[in-house]
């Protein structure tokens, strides 16, 4: 599987971005996917993950009632809407896949990952 995440950008505090993941490659509706974040300086950090149906949806404390992820399988696509955007989001946001039953804010988790998207906020 190859992902390839885009969507990000600069917005102020309060805006919204909705970052897309494309996925290449067979049985992309077998994986379990997820979002991660890198801040500069930081290590990466779980942000929110879903089930292979869509069924099963996961988040960070931090992003709780402000994100949404969702997944097309139809169209191979992972979603994250991110509303209600603050300056501590700011981050290279990277999307990842994995065939996975647990622990699905671990990196390690996952097995193939997109390249990053940046996602700047100003306050």
């Known amino acids: 599987v190859q992902l390839q995440a885009c969507g990000g950008g600069l917005v102020q505090a309060g805006g919204f971005l909705r970052l897309s993941c494309a996925a290449s490659g067979r049985a992309f509706s077998t994986y379990q996917l997820g979002w991660f974040r890198q801040a500069p300086g930081k290590e990466r950090e779980f942000v929110s993950a879903?089930?292979?149906?869509?069924?099963?949806?996961y988040y960070a404390d931090s992003v709780k009632g402000r994100f949404t992820i969702s997944r097309d399988n139809a169209k191979n696509t992972l979603y994250l809407q991110m509303n209600s955007l603050k300056p501590d989001d700011t981050a290279v946001y990277f999307c990842?896949?994995?065939?996975?039953?647990?622990?699905?804010?671990?990196?390690?988790?996952?097995?193939?990952w997109g390249q990053g998207t940046e996602v700047t906020v100003s306050s």
């Open positions: 990842a896949a994995g065939r996975i039953y647990s622990d699905y804010f671990r990196p390690s988790r996952y097995d193939y």
């Open positions: 879903i089930t292979w149906s869509g069924g099963g949806t």
